[in-house]
């Protein structure tokens, strides 16, 4: 018999394994009624088993008497073996081999049939809270043996008759034993001939007074040289038993030859690290909080023109106003060093010696006192000038026409989107306009593309000309163009423009010996009265321009010549 029930998500899971159909189809109502949501009830062992591990319940109610192959015991135990799940027992009348049984698997209840609604209830939430607390304290014991484990000095447990009942990886690694070996060892037997009386001594005066640090020496595991150690001890608990004896100890076993090697190679990484920092292609630096220097390496003194880092150290007094082109921004450089700790890539200009200016890019840290207050800052200076100049110029190849300098379609459309976000956001107009060289075709059929370059190079500046400084102008296809005028008054401001761009289109343009007359075609389109999209916009300005080239004489025209009329 097999059947599944949900509750609500919270609830505990709960799996029965009961052979009696009554006592199974009660148990069932109770576990709804405590809104417990039963994730499955089987008649038999084996299938409870064979399903386990896809219901992952959070308790197991079995019956301890199951009648089958397996009994309630048996599957406990196979189920045990699979998942880490609670077992409540239902029980009734039973031998005393079968309870016997059941103990070695550590049940979290015992409830006697028929079971009752609170008995059952109770026995769930004790089962549920039991399991919290054990997980919490496995939690609990594996975080403290990682950190034990972990740790760089050995530590060691005595107990009170000084033999080893605990040592930590480290410890084992120093005396060249196994965890076998150890355990159960005099810990005196690990220490030098003469550091054993010390030992002891330290030992007995920590049961009196607590803790004490003594230096020894611990035997390495041949019986070879001695390594030098700090060892600190206390008493376990309290320190205290009956009639003044102590309890135990934890020793923690600090290897000095580790200091003494580390104070070697601190040495020899401070040579390293001068040999670097004279060395270094980049500049390297360090510096008070309040700018003055304190030490630089030559290429940092050469990149700003000094001769020699000790004249650099001795003329900056002040890095912002020496060294930063706006000495305002050295502000934000150390307040976000105070703040963070580090800054990595802060680009600023700055000045050399000689006034002439660099890009330069900024990483440091802040190194700080014992009390947390910023003692100086380091770090490397790179001169990033080449790669700022190559930035600017990707940064105007990807917005420029590369032959009238105006700015690109793709450059346009973005901007255009953003121009008519300002100008819905402030209730202003903006007039677009698409303008159109007459008849250029035939000036690249008839005298080359170079003559047509020059063409549409003298055609863009005067377009540019007509405008005001802040108008969009931009070359949008082969001899088109569009402009867009921001803050319109009225539709006058729009032909007052088209028509000074439409006039000096006019006007003969000399290539050599020779005069060409094209002219252009302007048509207009208004937001918000035209459209507010982009695309919607141009659209619109593009037909304006096709009716203003096919029929009108003033060379421009309207999308809605209805609704804006120019004044004469």
């Known amino acids: 018999m097999t059947s599944t029930s949900t509750s609500p998500s919270k609830a505990a899971r709960v799996l029965v394994v009961e052979d009696g159909v009554v006592s199974a189809k009660a148990l069932v109502l109770q576990l709804q009624k405590l809104e417990y949501a039963v994730v499955g009830v089987f008649s038999s062992g084996e299938e409870a088993v064979e399903n386990v591990r896809a219901l992952r319940p959070d308790i197991l109610l079995v019956d301890i008497a199951l009648a089958g192959r397996m009994d309630g015991v048996e599957t406990a135990e196979c189920i045990m073996n699979m998942i880490d799940v609670p077992i409540i027992y239902l029980t009734s009348a039973s031998d005393d081999a079968t309870f016997q049984r059941a103990k070695g698997t550590n049940p979290f209840a015992w409830l006697s049939k028929p079971v009752s609604l609170e008995n059952l209830r109770r026995a769930i939430s004790m089962a549920l809270y039991r399991k919290d607390i054990l997980r919490k304290l496995e939690r609990s014991e594996e975080k403290y043996r ?155 003194a050469a990149m700003f023109g000094y001769d020699s880092p000790a004249a650099m150290v001795g003329e900056v007094l002040d890095a912002a106003k020496y060294m930063y082109e706006r000495p305002e921004d050295r502000a934000p450089f150390v307040e976000a060093l105070k703040n963070n700790e580090q800054v990595t890539r802060f680009q600023a200009r700055m000045k050399k010696r000689s006034g002439e200016l660099l890009w330069v890019e900024l990483s440091a840290r802040a190194v700080r006192d014992a009390d947390g207050n910023v003692r100086y800052f380091e770090g490397i200076c790179l001169d990033i000038t080449d790669r700022k100049v190559t930035e600017q110029d990707l940064r105007r190849r990807a917005s420029r026409d590369d032959l009238t300098g105006l700015y690109n379609r793709v450059f346009f459309r973005e901007w255009l989107h953003g121009a008519l976000q300002t100008a819905a956001r402030n209730g202003n107009r903006l007039g677009v306009l698409y303008i159109d060289l007459n008849d250029f075709k035939s000036v690249n059929d008839s005298y080359g593309h170079l003559v047509g370059d020059r063409v549409l190079r003298e055609m863009s500046g005067r377009i540019r000309e007509r405008v005001r400084e802040c108008d969009m102008v931009a070359r949008i296809g082969g001899d088109e163009f569009c402009v867009v005028l921001e803050g319109l008054h009225s539709p006058d401001d729009v032909c007052r423009v088209s028509r000074l761009i439409s006039e000096s289109l006019s006007q003969p343009v000399l290539v050599g010996e020779t005069t060409l007359r094209l002219g252009g075609s302007v048509g207009v389109a208004i937001f918000p009265e035209d459209g507010r999209d982009a695309d919607v916009l141009l659209g619109r300005a593009d037909q304006a321009m096709y009716r203003a080239k096919a029929s009108c004489t003033c060379g421009y025209a309207f999308w809605n010549e209805q609704a804006f009329t120019c004044a004469s």
């Not at 000095?153 to 005396?175: K, Q, W």
């Not at 002891?200 to 003594?214: D, P, T």
């Not at 040495?267 to 030490?295: V, W």
Request: charge should be negative; include cysteine.
């Open 146 to 300: 990682r950190i034990v484990e972990t740790m760089s000095e050995g530590l060691v447990i005595l107990n009170e008759d000084m033999t080893v009942d605990f040592a930590n990886s480290r410890f084992l690694h120093m005396t060249d034993t196994s965890e076998e070996a150890c355990v159960g060892r005099e810990f005196s037997s690990f220490l030098h001939p003469d550091s054993v009386n010390e030992f002891l001594n330290v030992l007995w005066q920590v049961a009196h007074k607590g803790r004490l640090v003594m230096q020894a020496k611990l035997a390495s595991a041949d019986g070879g040289i001695p390594v030098s150690v700090s060892m600190s001890s206390c008493s376990m608990g309290d320190g205290i038993c009956e009639q003044g004896e102590a309890c135990g100890y934890i020793c923690v076993v600090n290897d000095l030859t580790e200091q003494v090697a580390s104070a070697a190679a601190l040495r020899e990484a401070e040579d390293k690290y001068r040999t670097i920092f004279e060395n270094a292609l980049d500049g390297i630096y360090q510096s008070l909080p309040d700018g003055r220097i304190l030490d630089v390496n030559p290429a940092m």
